[in-house]
């Protein structure tokens, strides 16, 4: 079974600055995929950024990018010039490759981390 | 935003209604979820379907039930309610054609009050 962990509850963030979400998880795959997604207040949750296992790249989007040391198994999120739409709670979460004709993708997610950006 | 939707938003109802929460996509997915998410903590997967006719449950024992007549649709159905079911219900889907494999796109959430 897989885990995984968030273990800051809460941050803050000033308006413009960088802020780093830490992620950890625990497998035995070799292949899979691992996510970030955002819930913002009473809103719905939105992709953030995807990684797959197999590439060293770390992905990025735009302002979000990604830190993956796979031997490590850390995932960690980095917000450049953060903005107040920003503000939410981020959530990490891992998924086992199955193929074509595997069965669903089920994804195990983190406790989350609630991310407050202020002026 | 993915075209993934989910009625009621809001629901209050007395102890011992049957209730059907509402998921429909317009995808195409043909893999779909239901996750259940107390405020402000994480998402536990309760039931999920690879298909039409197709349905699991998922890591967390719910008490609800789910059918997949069509590949759009997945209801979920709770037919004696209690304040224990008193939560968030959040509605998922993915597919291979999407361009971000793997990734689950979610609905709103259905924030259930159960008095």
């Known amino acids: 079974a897989q885990t995984v962990t968030q273990s800051q509850p809460e941050m803050s963030v000033q308006e413009a600055e960088t802020v780093t979400l830490s992620c950890t998880y625990d497998?035995?795959?070799?292949?899979?995929?691992l996510f970030w997604y955002k819930q913002p207040p009473s809103r719905q949750m939105i992709l953030v950024i995807r990684?797959?296992?197999?590439?060293?790249q770390n992905a990025t989007e735009n302002r979000f990018s990604v830190n993956f040391q796979k031997a490590a198994k850390s995932f960690s999120l980095k917000i450049s010039d953060s903005q107040l739409g920003d503000t939410a709670m981020y959530f990490c979460?891992?998924?086992?490759?199955?193929?074509?004709?595997?069965?669903?993708?089920?994804?195990?997610f983190g406790t989350g981390t609630q991310l407050k950006v202020e002026l | 935003e993915a075209d993934i939707y989910q009625t009621p938003r809001y629901l209050v109802i007395g102890t011992g209604k049957k209730i059907t929460l509402e998921c429909s996509q317009t995808?195409?997915?043909?893999?779909m979820y239901w996750y259940q998410q107390d405020p402000g903590m994480e998402l536990h997967l309760i039931h999920y379907?690879?298909?039409?006719?197709?349905?699991e449950k998922g890591d967390l024992s719910s008490e609800s039930t789910v059918s997949r007549i069509r590949t759009e649709h997945f209801p979920l159905t709770l037919e004696s309610a209690r304040p224990s079911h008193t939560s968030q219900y959040l509605c998922?889907?993915?597919?291979?054609?999407?361009?971000?494999?793997?990734?689950?796109?979610f609905g709103p959430g259905t924030r259930l009050t159960v008095l």
């Open positions: 995808m195409g997915h043909d893999k």
């Open positions: 979460a891992f998924m086992k490759h199955v193929g074509l004709t595997g069965g669903g993708n089920k994804l195990t």
């Open positions: 998922a889907s993915s597919g291979f054609s999407t361009s971000g494999r793997g990734a689950q796109y």
């Open positions: 990684q797959e296992a197999y590439k060293q």
């Open positions: 379907s690879y298909g039409v006719n197709s349905t």
């Open positions: 497998t035995s795959e070799n292949n899979y995929y």
